[in-house]
């Protein structure tokens, strides 16, 4: 496997880069669809603008948001076990790999055994793919890095055009929970379609537990999450000239036990009207009526296990943290 070190990574690194979907709704057509309906909702992609993002950081980092503190916790633990007992993978692809922080824990550890490897990370930010490369390139001259600019699926099938070996790939984060557990079932399903004897899947999930503990991490004691959730309708204002009040909308979280998700909305405090130019729409609000921004999905083991099996997926191995709160867990072909 070639390795394309270089004093300059940027300069070497072969990207692959795939445009966004045609089809997708933009952030007007987003915005006038959502909050047309009698149940109004906005899209949760739509949070990561350069605020939401900064707003993101400062949450990870809140003692209530226990999931990226867990997570880690266990990649510390388990990434010299999974490097040794996959002595085949080639590749790690990484879905949504942000900054990469986490996953340096797991290159570290494969790089430490055998002697080439290559990362494909997939993000849809630029700028978040640029800064990892930099920093890994720097600290890992011996790392071969394949960087996509895409969306999940898209990025995927890129990578596996080039024929990178066996490959683990990662979903952190818990982001299968920004997913409907259907959403979730179908593209794991998906993944698992193309999955060689010696591909891994290894998936960050967020565990059902106490509600209080649920609702607190999306609904801190700072407000940070607030902020966050806000900056939707602040986003809106910036960007379609909406004339939101952002005082007069608060952010409700509610845990709904049947479907294991913490839900997320905006409630008008009062009677009003907002105009967006934007997204030419003028909408009017009742007092108390809510916008749905989010649902985040919590498992059981037992839907943990249904979810491998509706793919033809075995768990392999799944590793908690200390508190119980949290499973990494690694799927293989049945």
Known sequence: MRSNASPDRSVDIDWIEVPPDSAQLDFGEAVREGLSRASKTLPSQFFYDAEGSRLFEQICELPEYYLTRA??????????????????????????????IKTEVLLRAFLETRDGLCYAPIDVSRAALEESIERLGRDHPELEIRPALAEYEAGLAELRALDLGPTLTLWLGSSIGNLSKPEAAAFVSRIARDMRTDDRLLVGIDLRKDPAVLEAADDDADGVTARFDLNLLARINRELGGNFDLDAFRHVVRYDEDSG???????????????????????????????????SHKYGPEEIDALARGASLRVEAQIRDAGERFAVSVFARA
């Open 261 to 295: 998700a913490v839900k997320s909305f905006l409630e008008s405090l009062a009677a009003q009207r907002v105009e967006i130019p934007g997204a030419d729409l003028e909408v009017a609000f009742r007092a108390g009526e809510r916008i749905h921004t989010e649902d």
């Open 71 to 100: 997570e880690a916790e266990i990649l510390e633990r388990a990434a010299p076990d999974l490097a040794v007992r996959h002595p085949r993978i080639e590749t790690i692809v990484e879905l949504g790999s942000g900054s990469a």
